[in-house]
T-cell receptor, first 115, second 112 residues
Framework: GAVVSQHPSRVICKSGTSVKIECRSLDFQATTMFWYRQFPKQSLMLMATSNEGSKATYEQGVEKDKFLINHASLTLSTLTVTSAHPEDSSFYIC???????????FGAGTRLSVL | KQEVTQIPAALSVPEGENLVLNCSFTDSAIYNLQWFRQDPGKGLTSLLLIQSSQREQTSGRLNASLDKSSGRSTLYIAASQPGDSATYLCAVMRGATNKLIFGTGTLLAVQP
């Protein structure tokens, strides 16, 4: 069964609204979670590293005020796309796992479409 | 800056054929390399992980090789089946950070 649960799987929203994506670890405590996005015909790109109880670390070029990450518990990290615009339309996917063993489990992903 | 490239971008083969997917990376200082499978609407499934000190890994009909010095990895799939149809991604890890740098993927279609 799924080790990482991501919700929703698909969301369509109007430009200017905010969208929250949840990533839950089901079988273990996740002190660290990763958020990726994938534009059509492009590779998955790491956006940020989410750390439980502390601020997320963002990759270069990713706006932290645009993509708000909250990791308040060991089983839940959320990514909020604030004031979404059509260029934010993408596939967002989270991962976590037994990082000491370099084992990562990925969520099923969220397809965001901003109209 | 590490760049990961996969060739071909798409591949269609008849059932039963053996096939090879290629992955190349520009910086040989990697911690490990992984091959993933991505199915539409689903997350990524890890297929094989090769540590930087290893040359290859095998799992069932899959065999992955790694040549760090040349910056290349291959995924060999034996006796392909329609159920193998998916997008295959390779990813390298930079240091012991668990941060993955992905290639653009190869979309594989195995025709019955």
């Amino acid at each position: 069964g799924a080790v990482v649960s991501q919700h929703p799987s698909r969301v369509i929203c109007k430009s200017g609204t905010s969208v929250k994506i949840e990533c839950r670890s089901l079988d273990f405590q996740a002190t660290t979670m990763f958020w990726y996005r994938q534009f059509p015909k492009q590779s998955l790109m790491l956006m940020a590293t989410s750390n439980e109880g502390s601020k997320a670390t963002y990759e270069q070029g990713v706006e932290k005020d645009k993509f708000l990450i909250n990791h308040a518990s060991l089983t839940l990290s959320t990514l909020t796309v604030t004031s979404a615009h059509p260029e934010d339309s993408s596939f967002y996917i989270c991962s976590t796992g037994e990082l000491a063993k370099n084992i990562q489990y990925f969520g099923a992903g969220t397809r965001l479409s901003v109209l | 800056k590490q760049e990961v490239t996969q060739i071909p971008a798409a591949l269609s083969v008849p059932e039963g054929e053996n096939l090879v997917l290629n992955c190349s990376f520009t910086d040989s200082a990697i911690y490990n390399l992984q091959w993933f499978r991505q199915d539409p609407g689903k997350g990524l499934t890890s297929l094989l992980l090769i540590q930087s000190s290893q040359r290859e890994q095998t799992s069932g009909r899959l065999n992955a090789s790694l040549d760090k010095s040349s910056g290349r990895s291959t995924l060999y799939i034996a006796a392909s089946q329609p159920g193998d149809s998916a997008t295959y991604l390779c990813a390298v890890m930079r240091g012991a950070t668990n941060k993955l740098i992905f290639g653009t993927g190869t979309l594989l279609a195995v025709q019955p």
